[in-house]
């Protein structure tokens, strides 16, 4: 790791409004501030889907009360396996530091059948089952580097997908692959398998839903977040 330190703890959120634990569908929420530790990340949904530093001889840096990754291949978290054969709704607050490898958000243990990179300034990837997708955006630059946004991925019972940056939903620019049923089975934080395209920056809150949100409950969690962080 570089830079190896414990940093900010952070606060949780405490509006009066509306928080994740509100709306159905909950997996697992890695909230800012809240059982963040230099080893992992505590599940506050209740389910129990802990996220813990893949190899006991590394540790994470606690900064702003999310983890910093530095892109290195044995600096990820795993987690609970769980499976999204159908709709599903993911949420993450972020600030990348470089794209030297692709920066895998979630991942499948020893193999790379199954995760979502943020690959480039424009582009998106994500397999589920033997199906690839690859989301274009207009650009220049959708996902810049050393910023804080928040991206959300929504799919649909029948496979389609749409993507948001900070409560707004981006524009797809001739993106391929869609629409995607595969099953999407996960288990890992910041890297696509065990040692490949690592996620390099810090992420500071990730929500996984096995609901497809829309309307009013995807503003209220878009609210939630974008004001949370200043967004």
Do not use: C
């Amino acid at each position: 790791m570089l830079g190896l330190g414990f940093g900010l703890a952070g606060t949780s959120y405490n509006g009066a409004g509306y928080l994740p634990t509100d709306a159905d569908g909950l997996h697992a929420w890695y909230e800012n501030g809240a059982g963040v530790t230099v080893h992992g990340w505590t599940d506050s949904s209740s389910n129990s889907n802990d996220a813990t530093v893949a190899d006991p001889e590394d540790v994470e840096a606690v900064v702003d009360g999310g983890l910093d990754f530095e892109g290195g291949n044995s600096d990820f978290l795993d987690f609970n396996q769980v499976t999204f054969s159908g709709a599903f709704t993911l949420f993450w607050v972020i600030k990348m530091e470089s794209y030297d490898s692709q920066n895998t958000i979630f991942g499948k243990g020893s193999t790379n059948t199954q995760f979502l990179e943020m690959q480039s300034l424009t582009q998106m990837r994500f397999k589920s089952g033997s199906a690839t997708s690859i989301f274009k955006f207009g650009g220049p630059e959708n996902f810049p580097l050393d910023a804080k946004y928040l991206i959300t991925v929504t799919r649909d019972g029948d496979g389609n997908m749409k993507i948001y940056k900070n409560g707004s939903e981006l524009s797809q620019v001739n993106s391929t692959g869609l629409p995607n049923t595969g099953g999407f089975i996960i288990d890992s934080l910041g890297i696509r398998n065990d040692s490949d395209r690592a996620f390099d920056g810090i992420m500071y809150e990730v929500i996984l839903y096995t609901e497809e949100k829309t309307g009013d409950e995807l503003s209220s969690l878009h609210s939630y977040l974008t004001g949370k962080f200043g967004l």
